[in-house]
């Protein structure tokens, strides 16, 4: 008896094809960064008892700050040679809340990301398919800085009534807070790689956090840390942007650590360098896959 192939001509001359082609296609950055954004804010719709928790949450650490600015002052850093205190350290305080809204998104919404793909079994299946990893993280990210700007604008239209800085200064904040954005982003993506080499990062992520947070001048400026604390805080790109944030908050009264110039340029620096570095670490990550199996990731 002769074996008769029932598969149509196209699909048997594929065997004898010099060039056969998978049948995945790889997806643009962009349609990635569209979809992540659209699954994330679908998913956060679900959870609006969290948002709101979020707004309370910002809403006392406001209140907070407002009677801790009423109690006491901090000698040397004041404006126009007199000591933070009362409202102006407020809207010291006020700057540095402003950016911490998304240094949690940025930091850790990478690392996030890849924790709630590790629990859903579903990291292997986004490693094996031709599309960019970076603009998931991106995309992740993106969304939760579009949730979290429930958070930011009354903190911005808060400082903004303050503070009575004017209006060219009211954009440099934002222009200050878009371009760290992007420079913690990658510094997100680089975090992230630990939880993919590594798995269990959660205690460590939380203490770079804290130290992120308290280094960097979030809560007080870095000029009134110990020099090795300051030196410390330096290669941190938020260091800078709490700088420049409170300088434009004040109208150009504050006394930053560098020159504005000097201060811009180190934070371009940083977003551009640290987005090359995480995503030539991204792909090392990727190639190391390839070669040992994804089970590395």
Known sequence: MQAVSTL????????????????????????????????????????????????????????????????????????????????DLFISFQGGLLLTVFIGVTLWGPINTIRNDLYNGTLEFLYSNPGSRYAYYVGSVLAKVIVESVLFLPLYLFLAIYSRASLP????????CTVILVALTAMGVMIALLALLWRQVDSIAQVLGVLFEMIGGAYLPVAAFPKLVQYLAYPLPHTWGYDLIRY??????????????????????????????????????????????????
């Open 248 to 297: 434009y908050s004040f109208g150009g009264n504050w006394q930053t650590l560098l020159p504005v110039w000097q201060e811009w340029a180190i934070i371009i620096v940083f977003a551009i360098g640290f987005t090359v570095i995480s995503r030539h670490l991204l792909g090392k990550a990727e190639q190391l896959a390839k070669k040992s199996g994804l089970h590395v990731i």
């Open 169 to 176: 200064d009211l954009l440099m904040v934002l222009l200050t």
């Open 8 to 87: 149509p001509a196209s699909v048997q001359s594929i065997g004898a094809s010099a060039a056969v082609q998978t049948l995945s296609r790889p997806v643009s950055a962009w349609r990635i960064i569209q979809a992540t954004v659209g699954k994330e804010l679908h998913t956060t719709t679900r959870y609006i008892p969290n948002l709101i928790g979020s707004l309370v949450n910002q809403a006392v650490r406001v209140v907070f700050f407002l009677l801790l600015s009423s109690a006491i002052s901090i000698q040397g850093i004041g404006v126009s040679g007199e000591p933070l205190a009362g409202r």
